[in-house]
């Protein structure tokens, strides 16, 4: 889709700033041909067949509670449904739409939706790990591959990708996100909507995507999921819009709604979020559809009873009321009272339209019936290739007479794979795998008993919930359709400790799997309050690293968990996240050195649970303060500054962090322009300085680094953070091989959000690092002149 064009550049202010309006729209959803077809069916519509487009209806799995128990056939025959959600299989949504299309009035097609998060049937990383590889080319190929198979299956419109800016990973949506910054979360963004649309709607194997949630899930008051946000429109503006803006410049023919309120009113009956800044502000010409019966829930914010809410839904600009029963109910009476007037409801009909007919769904309307899904080499290839790229080494130290313990060496003959995650396939996939079968899932166990044969001892340790929480949730999932694959229920949490501990004393090296139940406790209403390893597992940890023996610590949690012991304590730490049905020869890939780590943190780890929300790019205060100060002599002076009295306020691994099995090493970074002018910044958006660095990989073995551009406004009409991403690349680099690195500036990294909420460039000095994460030293500086 086309990138937004410039409308207006405002005059120079007293500040002597520049600011910009974007405007994008979607050029198929913005066509003569398809909005002429739009108009002539419309003027052909019943009340009760507009009303019907704005229907959605779930008739299968559910991610929440039905609404009701509706006769299907009999609605869609009646022109009354306008799309349906978890229909899968090209048999079942092909009865459907030959009853919509043979047997309904206007023969209007359904638009069949699923949550599509990482991966249909074949699973990749979830979203977090994959942004985890700093690759915009590997979201790309998700949605790429993830299309394909959905289109198969009947699916034209997936609920991805969902962008909130997260920074709290006691919100269990955080596995959904691409983390906490809004410049890598919207350069993903962008590649997600091109890997599903491939910019051209029409095509038999693209799908529409549906950007979420909007607005701001991710900053839920205390990372509960369902609450309230309440921030500064600076804020919102600044940071929490951003991904979303980037999806609709990629253009994006959908965006969901989210659950939560904004600063008191529900982001579902939103008018400033769906009408102001989204379609006045952006062009956004797709439509909007809540999330599972948001509507209907807009009751429980108490703003009104049921035709209340779905009149202020409706008139906000949420065009498809998904599973909350009340469009179907109660807007007929309301548009015939003139209580809503008839444009109101016309226009999310056309919005609605506008999509089916440029996906060409009135036109080919039935998906051709094939084989049944079966991951291929190729399919399997792709998902392990990704889920090599998302694993994170956080820890490589060497061990007296062993040196670092990562790869793993020859001379470790005998290997112990401890842990309840090694050999649990229902919980290796992640959560979110709708159509994943465990099944499909190659485990850790699995893996290394192929290259190791006899010479890898197992023992699972313990559960990952405690024994009587486990038997209770044996055979129960949330978001993946089966529970097979899970391990069965431990009955003594304490003699299995035992028995891994003898196990760990027979062998050389000891590989310990652990993380949490990702099926249960990772993805929506799955908030914590503690971020440590869940049942046993810290007991068996340390038990394990008790016995003297080299640890290696293998992390298969898809959120940050609280890693402070495990960090000061054991040698070797890979974080490797939800990995997907490739999870054992991705992780033994990176083990034994098959594959040199290259993945970088897209969210700070907490040293505590108690420094969340943490964050990199914090505003900067009037009393910082410098360093550890907790072993420091206590005074008023290293006392009264903006600090924890029991812990550092650093993350315990930050923003962009990621070893190597190589060393890379940074020149001092160039600028070709240490001095611009402002007007210069304000004739367009191309770029008025090049920062230039040389990277070098100076280690023995080839590998791949992810540099990476950080700013900070050193005086601005409105604080700014300590430090801002504003550049990336992947570089891969032969041992002793040095390339030169460039990153552009110009209007689109260094505006920011004045008071009057404008984007603008006001004359400053901008600090300028590069590095290999947001602890980057390298420096440089631009100077903005008037």
Known sequence: MRKPRVLAVCSLSLLFSVTFVAFAQNAQLASSAINNRVETLLKQMTLEEKIGQTVQYSAGFATGPSASKLTYDELVAKGQIGSMLNVVGAERTNHFQHIAMEKSRLHIPIIFGLDVIHGHHTTFPVPLAIAASWDSAAAETVAR????EARADGIDWVFSPMVDISRDPRW???????????????????????????????KPDSVAASVKHFAAYG???AGRDYNAVDMSELTLRQTYLKPYRAAVEAGVATVMTSFNSLNGVPSTANPFLLTQILRNEWGFNGFV??????????????????????????????????????YATVLADQVRSGEIPQKVLDEAVRRILRVKFAMGLFDHPYTPVGPAYSPTPERRAAARKIADETMVLLKNDP?????????LSAKMKTVALIGPMADDALNLQGAWTVTGNPKDVITIKAALSRRLGDNLLYARGCGLLPPKDEAALKGITFTSPTSAGAAEPLSNDNQSIAEAVETVRKADITILALGEPTNWMEGEAASRTTLGFTGAQQQLLEAVVATGKPVVLVVL??????????????????????????????????????VNPSGKLPLGFPRSVGQEPLYYAQSPNGRPAEGDLRHMPLNAQQKMVSRYMDEQNSALFPFGWGLSYTRFSYSQPTIDHAQVSLRNIAHDHKPVATVSVDLQNSGSVAGTEVPQLYIRNTSASVEQPVRELKGFSRITLAPGETKRVTFTLGFDELNFYNAALKEA??????????????????????????
């Open 557 to 594: 949690a898809a959120r940050p968990l609280e890693l402070k012991w495990a960090a000061e304590h054991v040698p070797a730490i890979l974080q490797a996240w939800s990995p997907g049905i490739e999870a054992g020869p991705a992780v033994e890939d990176v083990l034994f050195g098959v």
């Open 219 to 221: 900053a839920v008051i």
């Open 399 to 407: 061990v007296e007479g062993v040196g670092n313990l990562l790869p």
């Open 761 to 786: 460039i006001e004359p400053t000095t901008y600090d300028i690092w590069v590095g290999g994460s947001s602890l980057a030293t390298a420096h440089t500086t631009l100077k903005v002149m008037e």
């Open 145 to 148: 591959v993830s299309a394909e």
């Open 172 to 202: 269990g949506r955080i596995i959904e996100s691409n983390g906490e910054d809004p410049y890598l979360s919207s350069a993903l963004a962008r590649a997600w909507v091109q890997g599903y649309q491939q910019g051209d709607l029409t």
């Open 289 to 326: 559809v809540s999330d599972w019966a948001a509507v209907g829930e807009l009751k429980n914010h108490a703003i009104g009873d049921g035709p209340t809410v779905a009149r202020k839904a409706l008139e906000a600009g949420t065009d498809m009321d998904m599973e909350g029963n009340l």
